[in-house]
């Protein structure tokens, strides 16, 4: 075998290699964005839970705020204010 010959059995060999390493990689990827396309749906769905959940619970501690605020507002204008009474003959 010749030397030209001998690059060439070389060559396409590495080149096999190469192209099969190509292929499977495309392959996966192939595979991985099919899998990202069949969950997507359950992870939208899941983020709109979490989403709900949290707006769910800031809703509920904002309205505790606010009923604590107006009953501190109530308790203040509620209370009446002691006063003294200057009598006119100590003035």
Avoid: H
């Amino acid at each position: 075998m010749s030397n030209i010959d001998k690059w060439i059995s070389d060559f396409r060999g590495t080149n096999g290699l190469q192209t099969d390493a190509v292929r499977r990689e495309a392959e996966n990827d192939l595979a991985r964005q099919k899998r990202q396309k069949l969950d997507e749906p359950k992870d939208y769905e899941k983020r709109m839970r979490a989403q709900s959940a949290k707006s769910a619970k800031l809703r509920e501690l904002r309205l505790a705020k606010e009923a604590a605020e107006r009953a501190d507002a109530a308790a203040r204008k509620a209370a009446p204010k002691s006063r003294v009474r200057v009598s006119p003959t100590e003035a």
